[in-house]
């Protein structure tokens, strides 16, 4: 039997060349007693939930829970929602009735109706040529 901190070898003799390799034994195992392990585990996850529920119950408006999170972040985008919408309204609002719009609507207006005239007169019958 050997102290502590104290390494056992053991002799190896590879194919007999007469040198001999001194490899370490594994160390000796401390027996346990079945389920210790488990009952430490135990032990710790109960006081992590105690400790858990004893935060909580000390400050139960600390953090917002996730349904909270969500309802927030719900608002903050229909916020911003109406608000880019109201702007692009008023945007468009200008746009259509600007004195530049204005401007071009009736110049295509104008172009339009001359276009209509050239070819009303162009496609109109001429009086005389039917023949008859």
Request: glycine letters at 8%.
């Amino acid at each position: 039997m050997t102290s502590a901190g104290e390494q056992v070898y053991r002799e190896q003799q590879p194919g007999g060349n007469g040198n001999c390799i001194l490899t370490p034994l594994p160390a000796a195992r401390t027996p346990r007693l079945p389920g210790t392990m488990k009952l430490v585990l135990s032990v710790a996850v109960i006081f992590i939930a105690l400790f858990v529920m004893t935060d909580a119950a000390e400050n139960p408006t600390a953090e917002p829970g996730l349904s909270q999170k969500l309802e927030k972040f719900k608002q903050e985008v229909q916020a911003f929602v109406n608000r880019f919408g109201e702007k692009m309204k008023a945007a468009l609002r200008e746009a259509y009735h600007g004195e530049f719009s204005n401007k071009t609507r009736d110049w295509f207006a104008d172009k339009f109706q001359k276009l209509k005239e050239i070819f009303k007169t162009k496609t109109a019958p001429t009086e005389g040529k039917d023949g008859a």
